[in-house]
């Protein structure tokens, strides 16, 4: 069953590729300059994507109606469109206690292409791996190889809480080198429930910003929008959780809108 089941999604990611790759070829960045990576080649400069992002925009308005507030038009470029796999964790202090937030963790996948070509199609990528499960998808190849399932999509990054598990911190870089390195650690500005057709159980869409006091700490990135999640929201309690100081650990996957 678990084998039909990611032959079924391979193929459909495989369809996904199929007409990104039917797109025209995007002109790059540096053409003819080797960068370490081809796969990763940027269309813009110190940028995470071989194609120009330049006519891609943030989805917004999960229902249609209640949206998140759209980045500054003048000052804002998508850098990097990203599919994020990994776990929304929570620790309990009973097990009669509510679940509470304690960070996350992902790798990030250059998505970016796609979202160029077939935005539709972009939106499907994270239910699907969720459908197949997060911890299948990852174990199908190598922490560095192209995944989900073989797909073609490079890592550019990943993602996590520090210090605390209180504060998210995004980390890119297009060539294992520093000069090409950015880095967002940020706060909560806004959230917006998951529209009703989203997997049972997702967490919100969210909107972030540069942390206060740690401005500093970031390069390269303005904002990060959390958008078609799937996964990743708790039970709502701590039930099935043994002992005091236990943990939650819940998979989960979306897109991750990067601008400068």
């Known amino acids: ?4 089941g990611l032959k079924q999604i391979g193929l459909i990611f495989c369809l996904i590729t199929g007409a990104v790759n039917a797109a025209p070829t995007a002109k790059k960045y540096g053409e003819g300059r080797h960068r370490g990576n081809a796969a990763i080649e940027s269309t813009l400069a110190e940028g995470f994507s071989q194609c120009n992002l330049a006519g891609v925009s943030v989805p917004l308005c999960p229902s249609g109606t209640t949206c998140l507030t759209p980045p500054p038009q003048k000052t804002s470029t998508v ?7 990994g776990t929304q964790n929570y620790t309990c202090a009973s097990p009669n206690a509510v679940p509470v937030a304690n960070g ?8 970016s292409c796609t979202a160029v070509y077939n935005s539709a199609s972009t939106h499907l990528l994270a239910p699907l791996v969720i459908k197949a499960g997060v911890q ?4 199908a190849t190598s922490t560095t190889a192209p995944i989900p399932l073989g797909l073609g999509y490079p890592k550019i990054g990943t993602h996590y809480f520090a210090p ?5 911190v995004f980390e890119l870089e297009s060539n294992g080198t520093t000069k090409s390195k950015k880095k ?5 500005l806004e959230g917006i429930a998951a529209p009703p057709t989203a997997l049972a159980g997702t967490v919100d869409w969210l909107k972030l910003g540069r942390s206060s006091g740690k401005e500093s700490e970031s390069n390269g990135v303005q904002f990060v929008y959390r958008v078609y999640t799937a996964g990743g929201k708790p039970p709502a309690t701590c039930a ?8 939650i650990i819940v998979e989960y996957a979306t897109e991750y809108f ?3």
Do not use: C, S
Request: proline share 2%.
């Open 104 to 111: 996350a963790i992902a790798t990030l996948y250059d998505v």
């Open 79 to 85: 850098v990097a469109v990203a599919l994020g796999v």
């Open 240 to 247: 099935d959780v043994a002992k005091a100081g236990g943990e």
């Open 184 to 188: 967002f650690v940020g706060a909560r």
């Open 164 to 168: 605390n598990a209180q504060t998210p």
């Open 136 to 139: 299948k998808v990852q174990d």
């Open 258 to 260: 990067l601008l400068e």
């Open 1 to 4: 069953m678990m084998l039909h």
